[in-house]
């Protein structure tokens, strides 16, 4: 496919169902040539033959038959289940190569967003990182332009942030003050007490507290992006500590009267407004 042609699929609007994906388009995608531009094209990719093309492209076919013969196990799994084993065994193949970080870095700086996405859960499978070196590497996929690659990010972190909650909330304060929103999101997204198709923080869920080590950095955050990460936070929380919810939206209220602050604090109680258990001064804000 020429150049002109490439641009040409990277300028489309996305389908709105799998059948009115145009066979170019599908082609492309597997082919590793452009990135999804919606949840739609996401997953409808074929996740074995991109495995095979862009190992193909990239040249490293040394183990590409088991490669993908392990990824098409994977297919009657989920998106997500399926995603993190193929970068589950990206990860174990990289072990036995002699130029793992120059193969990593082909993986995660490629063209294709799920590319990009399997080398995000390659770090996830490698359980040898410390901390700070498990966030470090992961910025880049975490900053990522690609929206599915920078939630696959805060994915792929939660579970180690949650071995060490006060641990991983001081290191997430560098987060939660860098110039770019994609990073301060997703160190709030990452420690949710509910989160979005993931497991639930329990200790989060008894007592919310910690996380306003890093959620007062960012309660009059100027990026809306952020902002509904916030009040998703805040909700989460409303669900098992109503009231822990309710008197940090009224000090926020005072101590930050900004109409960032206001959106948050609106979005942080609409559960709360449905149960009708809101004060009438906070009354006010959830229905303005």
């Not at 120059?102 to 859960?121: G, K, N, P, Q, Y």
């Not at 997703?186 to 959620?215: D, F, M, S, Y």
Request: a neutral charge; proline letters at 4%; aromatic letters at 8%.
């Amino acid at each position: 496919m020429h150049t002109v042609e490439l641009e040409r699929l990277k300028a489309r609007k996305g389908a709105r169902k799998r059948s009115e994906i145009p066979n170019d388009v599908l082609w492309a995608l597997n082919q590793g040539k452009i990135e999804t531009v919606n949840l739609v094209e996401w997953l409808a990719i074929d996740m074995p033959l991109l495995l095979r093309n862009s190992l193909t492209e990239i040249g490293w076919t040394k183990q590409i038959d088991d490669l993908y013969d392990q990824s098409l196990k994977l297919q009657d799994q989920g998106i997500t289940k399926r995603l993190k084993g193929i970068g589950k065994i990206l990860f174990q193949a990289l072990e036995d190569e002699e130029n793992p970080t120059e193969i990593f870095e082909t993986l995660a700086s490629h063209r294709s967003d799920m590319v990009r996405a399997w080398a995000t859960f390659s770090i996830a499978a490698d359980q040898t990182l410390s901390l700070p070196e498990r966030l470090e590497i992961m910025r880049r996929f975490a900053a990522d332009r690609s929206f599915s690659v920078r939630e696959c990010a805060w994915d792929a972190l939660r579970s180690y942030l949650v071995e060490d909650l006060a641990y991983s909330f001081e290191l997430l304060t560098e987060w939660v003050k860098d110039e770019d929103p994609n990073i301060r999101r997703c160190a709030v997204e990452a420690t949710r007490p509910r989160g979005v198709w993931c497991q639930h923080i329990p200790t989060l869920k008894k007592n919310p507290e910690p996380g306003l080590t890093i959620l007062e950095f960012v309660r009059s955050d100027p990026s809306n992006y952020v902002q509904r990460s916030v009040g998703n936070w805040l909700n989460d929380a409303s669900k098992s500590n109503p009231d822990w919810v309710i008197n940090t939206c009224l000090r926020w209220q005072k101590e930050s009267p900004t109409k960032e602050t206001i959106w948050i604090i609106k979005h942080a109680l609409r559960t709360l407004k449905k149960q009708n258990t809101l004060s009438q001064e906070l009354e006010g804000i959830a229905i303005n």
